[in-house]
Nanobody, 130 residues
């Protein structure tokens, strides 16, 4: 059974930081792209950041809205992907989901497409107060 479990969400003041974790089980971790998506009330689910691997090298993608503030990383030994979020803004408030897509690589139009991901976690709430 495939499971993706997010953790690390919470309430933080604007300018603060949070670190989200996505622990995966039931998949061959290195063969999947792991993406972070978010969904704010009344809005579409949107891609935030994705990490994938080609020939053993990681390739990382960021949405323009989070470049320079968020950092994605992967610990293959722990089957876990992290999203370090710094300089948080009120507009970052959303439910954050991680997702796994087999063999996904860029360009962004593909790897940021939520329909390309087979497995999803349950989500973790991030609330940024202004």
């Amino acid at each position: 059974e495939v499971q993706l479990v997010e953790s690390g969400g919470g309430l933080v003041q604007a300018g603060g930081s949070l670190r989200l974790s996505c622990a995966a089980s039931g998949i061959t971790f290195e063969k999947y792209a792991i993406g972070w998506f978010r969904q704010a009330p009344g809005k579409e689910r949107e891609a935030v950041s994705c990490i994938t691997s080609v020939d053993g090298s990681s390739i990382i993608y960021y949405a323009d809205s989070v470049k320079g503030r968020f950092t994605i990383s992967s610990d293959n030994a722990e089957n876990t992907v992290y999203l370090q979020m710094d300089g948080l803004r009120a507009e970052d408030t959303a439910v954050y989901y991680c997702a796994a897509g087999f063999g996904l690589v860029g360009p962004e139009i593909i790897i940021f497409d939520k329909t390309m991901y087979e497995y999803w976690g349950q989500g973790t709430q991030v609330t940024v107060s202004s």
